[in-house]
């Protein structure tokens, strides 16, 4: 039932095991990799545990559309190289056989030293419910002709998983899934807690007032966006910033 989609760029260190682990998990279903021009052995890696890999544009909305361009199942899984879940693939089609929403999400819990990462999840879990906005390390769950027939994700360079959360919510409530993924703290670990809890809730609002993804991107990273125009903005976006 599921293709899990994964875009990677220099994610050497941690693929292995998310990969080993996803089939492990789901040995019968479809997992495919994208690779956005990683300088590391992403790539490799990827082509000894996955069943297709793709190289394409440097950019997780690119790549995740390749992705679902090559996938066959009826569900697509658009998950983070650093996130693992913490079910099977009996468990999972279960939680899918009982709702009846064409996409939705995990829940999510972070794993790192600072002692502040049960918080945020814990208020990125509540206010996902809440707004039927989830994030990337939440799993994104979509059913592939629903995606498709929706344009997939907006190519923007940040915020493509808030973007395509505010579209699909106008047309069908999400299911939020019993299950639970476990996603790496370390951007909180590295880049210090209350700093990058300010940070995303700064990005947030800036993005609701109409500020652009490129924009926000160069803020975040410090540096300009290679291959998406900085004034990107999908027609969704300029009509749903609530």
């Not at 939680?95 to 829940?107: D, H, N």
């Not at 049960?118 to 629903?146: C, H, Y």
């Not at 639970?180 to 609701?208: C, F, H, K, N, P």
């Amino acid at each position: 039932m599921f293709s899990f989609v994964l875009p990677v760029l220099n994610e050497e260190s941690g693929l292995v095991t998310a990969l080993v682990e996803l089939r492990r998990r789901f040995p019968d279903s479809e997992l495919i990799v994208v690779d956005g021009g990683s300088t590391d052995r992403s790539a490799t890696i990827a082509l000894t545990h996955s069943d297709f890999v793709l190289s394409g544009e440097r950019g997780r909305a690119k790549q995740m559309n390749l992705g679902a361009s090559k996938a066959s199942r009826e569900w697509l899984c658009f998950l983070h190289a650093d996130t693992i879940p913490q079910f099977d693939g009996a468990q999972l089609a279960s939680a899918v056989s009982l709702q009846t929403k064409p996409w939705g999400f995990c829940r999510v819990q972070l794993s790192g030293v600072s002692r502040l990462l049960p918080m945020v999840a814990w208020f990125m879990n509540k206010r996902s419910k809440l707004t039927s906005v989830a994030t990337g390390d939440q799993m994104l769950l979509i059913e592939r002709e629903f995606f498709q027939r929706n344009n997939g994700f907006a190519t923007v360079p940040l915020m493509e998983d808030i973007e395509i959360c505010k579209r699909l919510r106008t047309l069908a409530k999400p299911a939020v899934l019993p299950l639970m993924v476990v996603s790496s703290g370390r951007r909180w670990d590295q880049r210090g807690a209350l700093r990058t809890i300010l940070e995303m809730w700064s990005l947030r609002l800036a993005y609701w007032l109409g500020v652009s993804p490129g924009r926000l991107w160069e803020v975040y990273y410090g540096s300009g966006f290679s291959g998406s125009s900085k004034n990107t903005v999908s027609d969704a976006e300029k009509a749903d910033k609530s």
